[in-house]
């Protein structure tokens, strides 16, 4: 089967009026101004295709569809297992329809003081040319289409076989490690093209057996995770998608402590997974204090109250919603999931950071916490997730430096924008003031010691061992880069009245970035 991506796509999950149905034999389509960008509204009313079935052989579908452009006619067999392959394709229309000249505005990004967030962290390329980087990931899934076992026809053994051919042998097998605390998220990002976000979390909740637990629409759920990774600003340096992807294999290892994975229930691991999934969607790559002093309307809309962690929130429950994915579920238990979520990545807002902590240190030191009780669950995993939102110190150091140079990159460009918009340089984006070294052992010591050593009283396991020792490592590394910012750590640690004065100044100023 030969199939052409330059085409439009029809998504055929929208609704078919019911005089269209009646039609015997055949279902027709014409092309939409909201879905193919015809500028013409005459255009409106063209035939682009059909959709039929021999009446002698109603197993399979006849596809046809004429192209916008090139008035190139191409036809299609589909045996029932590869329609669902091809309703996947409406997942990715908005990337072909880019392909066709129609590029919709992103969602959620709008250009404050001349600042367009989509482009913020974009290096500059030349005119009409298209990215390497999408080229990259549409073929990679015209290679999945062509070389899926659905569409091959062979024995479906594994129905949720998602991994293009190509990577069969390698990200599969990192899949297999996918619990190991020393998975590089940058190698497996790129051995899936792009789509690391996409593949691990659909990996994850195959594993859990989550997608037949809770009954999940095969369809829904690939729209909904490609939706999630589009969202993801893969211009930032850091907030994008990979960093998602990141946080949730770190959510995976935390679910299998052995206190959770006794405890929690599956709506519990359904909802930590898609927590992390979506903790950081639409992040513009700057922090809250720049949207305030710029007036965005999202300061305005959440009362300068959580400003981003709102957003995301907001932004994944639109998807989930668009997507139906949780339209099967009685409207009280999907409300539920949405509140929970909610609740979830509003805890990684880090200038709550020390409430969090002041509470987890007082339950741990009355021994008071009950993993039966559901409400102290929900209050474990929002601690994970905040454990694995930073974990990045706690990796191993050729994991962790990467990280480290990509948020700092983050926070200097940002530092950059407000010096060029005559803005109050925010804390820890001034790269003349700061370096990686001097802004890293600092979030170290006051963020994420703390924050760990007590995850380590909860959960005293080896992974919270080498997760310590990791950190310590890290911060030995970055001291021996900065002679300067070492002495002034070492004494920081002898000057109480000091020690607890920069937390909120400096450290917490670059949380209330990475969160």
Not at 197 to 213: D, S, W
Request: aromatic share 10%; hydrophobic share 35%.
């Amino acid at each position: 089967m030969e199939l052409c991506y330059q085409l439009p796509v029809l998504p055929l999950d929208r609704p078919v009026p019911k005089h269209v149905l009646s039609r015997r034999g055949a279902i027709s389509f014409s092309s939409s101004s909201s879905l193919f960008g015809a500028p013409d509204p005459r255009q409106l009313s063209q035939r682009r295709g059909a959709i039929s079935y021999d009446s002698s052989d109603q197993t399979a579908l006849y596809i046809r569809m004429l192209a916008v452009t090139n008035k190139i006619k191409t036809s299609f067999v589909f045996t029932p297992g590869a329609c669902v392959i091809f309703k996947q394709l409406f997942s990715r229309d908005v990337r072909v329809r880019s392909q066709v000249g129609f590029e919709p505005e992103r969602r959620g990004s709008h250009p404050y003081l001349g600042i367009d967030f989509r482009t913020l962290h974009s290096r500059a390329e030349s005119a009409g040319s298209i990215p390497a980087r999408r080229i990259r990931r549409l073929f990679s899934f015209q290679r999945h289409m062509l070389s899926s076992r659905l569409l091959r026809g062979t024995s479906q053994l594994n129905p949720l076989y998602i991994l293009d051919e190509d990577y069969c042998g390698q990200a599969r097998c990192m899949l297999e490690k996918v619990g190991s605390w020393n998975f590089n998220i940058f190698l497996f990002d790129r051995l899936t093209n792009g789509n690391s976000l996409v593949f691990l979390t659909f990996h994850l909740l195959n594993q859990y057996g989550l997608i037949e637990l809770f009954q999940l629409d095969m369809v829904k759920l690939r729209r909904f995770l490609v939706l999630v990774q589009e969202d993801y600003h893969n211009q930032n340096p850091y907030h994008n998608a990979v960093h998602a992807a990141d946080v949730t294999q770190a959510m995976h290892c935390y679910l299998k402590e052995p206190k959770l994975a006794q405890s929690l229930t599956s709506c519990d691991i359904l909802l930590g997974l898609l927590a992390a999934a979506t903790h950081d969607l639409d992040h513009p790559g700057v922090n809250q204090p720049f949207l305030i002093k710029t007036n965005h309307y999202l300061a305005a809309l959440y009362r300068n109250t959580s400003v981003l962690e709102n957003h995301h929130w907001r932004s994944a429950v639109g998807l989930l919603r668009e997507t139906e994915l949780f339209s099967h579920l009685p409207v009280e238990d999907s409300l539920s999931i949405e509140r929970q979520l909610g609740s979830l990545i509003l805890a990684t807002d880090i200038s709550r950071q020390n409430d969090y902590l002041s509470r987890f240190r007082t339950h741990l030191d009355k021994n008071d916490l009950c993993l039966g009780n559901a409400s102290h669950r929900h209050f474990i995993l929002q601690m994970a997730l905040k454990c694995a939102d930073i974990c990045n110190p706690c990796r191993p150091w050729e994991l962790s430096k990467q990280w480290s140079e990509k948020v700092t990159e983050e926070f200097f460009h940002q530092g950059d924008v407000e010096k060029k918009h005559k803005l109050e340089v925010s804390p820890l984006c001034d790269n003349e003031a700061n370096t990686i070294a001097s802004v890293q052992i600092g979030f170290m010591t006051y963020v994420v010691e703390p924050l760990f050593a007590e995850w380590a009283r909860f959960s005293d396991t080896w992974l919270s061992q080498t997760m310590l020792g990791h950190l310590g490592l890290n911060k030995a590394s970055w001291s021996a880069t900065e002679p300067e910012a070492s002495g002034s750590s070492e004494e920081g640690e002898s000057e109480p009245a000091r020690a607890t004065e920069k937390p909120g100044s400096r450290a917490l100023s670059q949380g209330g970035q990475e969160s």
